[in-house]
């Protein structure tokens, strides 16, 4: 019986004594990797020329685990597209690219996406034709979203491998050979609309690699036309443009039902996002700044985002003092009535009287997505930007 039970203890410390040794170090990095964007100063940026040997990289894919150039060793080609959430053009290829890899997976052609943007080098009025920002949260959903079929690797923090690659902006493709050596770089095609091109020219160059015949010298390097890459030292924009936004004069006026009703008729060419709010109600002041986020990013499309504060009439400086604490320079108004069940009966629509109360209006008045309580920002987004008179692509 003694016997038995050292043997058993044996046993179990043998299970954890192993367990944990099971995982390399890498391993446990992956899991817990954490991005971390840095402000940095202005780097070199490299410039591959045909013939290059491919720089390394290993970096953090969507789902913590790091990926490496080794990782595709076994593959004769291997396909490198920079590329990004946010950029229209970027988007407009999507789609391209995933049935590209769906058609070469098995003819020996590796695919890899990695994203160089730095998110703290792009500003809300960047991101008018997207739902996503370019930080590492957003390329998971992204990457789930769209059932990319490749890696999606992230190197926004100080763009460590991106600079040695050099893209010129997203996308920006880069071939090379079993020896991985540089025979492509530049676009997939030259017509950016879906549907009106499919990547000829970046088959043509998988196709000249595969056979180990170089391109012509023209067709090696190609532009590559889209956003530009933004390196986290290109932000004097992004600080001045924050400054300038919260330097924007923040007014109120007083409403009365009837100016409801003809603002909610919306006679206007533009999307209109209405949100009633009032000072007192903690959701809606939690919710507040993804309003003028979402305004900074669409307000220059055919879109107006309009606040409507459900706060007695005599309370103006409070409504006011909080829209400047919220840099909510865009159209604010007050109702100018104690009676809510009259402003209720505006605005209809099954509307409860409970705050928050968000509605977007097409024009001539028809709501076509309407949030009673708070908003899912991601939600939001994606219904201004699906709308048909927005849009991902130019």
Sequence with gaps: MKKTSQLFLLSVCLIYACGPQEKSQDQSVQETFEPNPQEMGEQPVGKLAIGDKAPYFNLPNVDGQYVSIDDFKDADVLVINFTCNHCPTAQAYEERFINLVDEYKTKGVAFVAISPNSPIGILPEELGYTDLND???????????????????????????????????????????????????????????????????????????????????????????????????????????????????????????????????????????????????????????????????YGARDFQFVSISMDNPEQEDKVLKFLQSKYSAIPNFLMDTDDKYAVIEVVKNEWDGSLPLTLLIEPGGNVVYKVPGTIKPLEMRRAIVDHPMIGRYY
């Design 135 to 297: 930080d590492y949260h957003s390329m998971q959903i992204r990457h789930e979203d769209l059932n990319y079929n490749f890696p999606y690797l992230y190197d926004g923090d100080t763009h460590e491998y991106s600079l040695a690659y050099g893209p010129v902006a997203t996308p920006h493709v880069f071939v090379f050979d079993k020896d991985r050596k540089l025979t492509y770089s530049g676009r997939l095609d030259t017509s950016e609309k879906p549907g009106t091109a499919n990547a000829e020219d970046l088959r043509h160059a998988i196709d000249m690699t595969l056979a180990g015949e170089a391109l012509d010298v023209e067709k090696a390097i190609t532009p590559a036309f889209g956003c530009s890459t933004k390196w986290a030292w290109k932000n004097e924009f992004t600080i001045k443009t924050n400054e300038e936004w919260k330097r924007k004069p923040v007014t109120v006026e007083k409403l009365s039902t009837s100016g409801l009703e003809d603002l909610l008729k919306n006679e206007t060419d533009e999307l209109l996002l209405v949100n009633f709010w009032a000072t007192w109600c903690g959701p809606c002041i939690v919710e507040y700044p993804e309003f003028i986020e979402i305004q900074r990013m």
